[in-house]
């Protein structure tokens, strides 16, 4: 079993804040006999009528030595883990959980959004000791 992030329960926690209801912790797929571990798999229930909007969370905390660093491996995981998802649930929809302060020192550089908008990455940007989300960027 894989270490959870160190910011897992704040996402968590900020996520049920939000209305969210969480369905997997972790939400696991296997492929073809490979374990795919996503962080965290939610839902929130629109209506009684209407189905709820599902979403897959990969939380990643940023706190090594060297942010690009980090940076690649989220980018790569993020991308393999929405190809299983197109496959596995398709109306699940990914998003990259990261820390408000990272995202202000690190994932608003020029070159890290071009990144950013060539992938199409979502990102769910959250307050860790607030444990509230501050942003969800489409």
Do not use: C
Not at 16 to 35: A, Q, S
Not at 81 to 98: G, M, N, V
Request: proline share 1%; hydrophobic share 45%; no cysteine.
């Amino acid at each position: 079993m894989s270490a959870k992030d160190f910011f897992h329960n704040a996402v968590k926690l900020a996520l049920e804040k939000d209305g969210w209801l969480i369905t997997d912790d972790p939400l696991i797929f296997i492929v073809d006999t490979i374990e795919f571990r996503l962080d965290l798999g939610a839902e929130r229930l629109l209506g009684a009528e209407k189905e709820g909007e599902k979403i897959a969370v990969e939380i990643k905390s940023f706190l090594g030595k060297s942010a690009i660093s980090e940076f690649h491996t989220a980018l790569g995981q993020t991308l393999n883990y929405r190809s299983i998802l197109r496959k596995e649930e398709p109306d699940r929809i990914l998003y990259l959980a990261i820390s408000y302060e990272i995202y202000t020192a690190f994932f608003l550089i020029s070159v890290i959004q071009e990144i950013i908008a060539e992938h199409k990455l979502k990102l769910l940007i959250f307050e860790s000791s607030k444990e509230e989300i501050i942003l969800w960027k489409e």
